[in-house]
């Protein structure tokens, strides 16, 4: 199903760059008590967990955006939102976004559904009789849609991925244009700091000396991102993991929202009718940038939409 949905921007942030940056820049980061768990995995490697205190409700697990982690403000206004109304919210660390490098030369990817899958098992076994949810932003939300699409018994009653890398072709042609550079300068110096990081410890599969002299997307993805997590190079990987290869294929209640106006990609890569399953509900809006979705009509007086959408959407099965 396919839903023109009711998104007013503020108007005082009406340009897809303003509901982009307002978020990440000028936001107070909520405050939400965190209980840190570390989950050791069976290759030797461990994957931090970020819970929210005091509850004993459904479970919301949140995958993030590439360089996010729990400190990302979206990630605590949606934690602070799940606590308030009685859930518990937890923020799963990919391999290296947590505060410490992880131990292997592997880090996270578009595609990535084997820590995922792992991490929402293993809180299905430990509580059998808890229900779950899962929430993706960005890179976050094609690793959940790429797991949903593999993993039809995984024990989720609904999911919701926000601004979807649908065709990760495009993400990088698209990000390496006009001022859509200043984001990928953003994210991938992160990304070359983490990495040298770690390969500072273990050594890397690469010519370590190449990591300072990577411009863009494409050029990471085809030396690092695509190698280590077995593909040929960053065209393979594209093809292997665009989330929009892959939405006919998921079974669970799935809520997926997206801006046109989105600076990360194109409007021709938002998915059709014909590319999604019946079991999901793309939302589709004119404005709302990058996990932005600012509303409110008092100018520095915002209010997160996300944080009511999603709530909303994930009660009728929690």
Known sequence: MIKNASFRPAWWLRHRHAQTIWPNLFRLTPKVDIRPERIELPDG????????????????VIFHGLGGCVESRYAKGLLKQFHRI????????????SHESNRLARGYHAGESEDTGYIIDLLA???????????????????????????????????????????LHQIADVMDRGFSRLYQWNILNTLKRKAQEKFR????????????????????????TGPLHGYRDARHYYDECSALNHLRSIQHHTLII???????????????????????????????????FVSGRIPFMPHYWL????????????
Request: aromatic fraction near 10%; charged fraction near 25%.
């Open 201 to 224: 410890r273990i050594t890397p599969p690469f010519d370590y000396q190449c990591i300072r002299g990577l411009r863009n997307f494409r050029q990471f993805d085809d030396v690092i």
């Open 86 to 97: 009685g859930w518990r919210g937890v923020v799963m660390h990919f391999r290296g976004a």
């Open 258 to 292: 997206h801006a046109a106006d989105d600076p990360f990609m194109n409007r021709d890569c938002i998915p059709d009718k014909a590319s999604i399953s019946a079991t999901t509900t793309l939302e589709v809006f004119e404005k709302g940038g990058h996990v932005g």
């Open 45 to 60: 490697d461990f994957i931090d967990l970020a819970w929210t205190k005091g509850n004993s409700g459904p479970i919301v």
């Open 125 to 167: 076994k430990r509580e059998p009789h808890t229900r779950i949810a899962a929430v993706g932003i960005s890179i976050g939300g094609s690793a959940l849609l790429n797991l949903l699409a593999k993993r039809p018994d995984l024990p989720l009653r609904a999911a919701v991925a926000v601004s979807v890398p649908f065709d």
């Open 307 to 318: 944080e009511t959408r999603i709530p909303t959407y994930l009660k009728q099965y929690l």
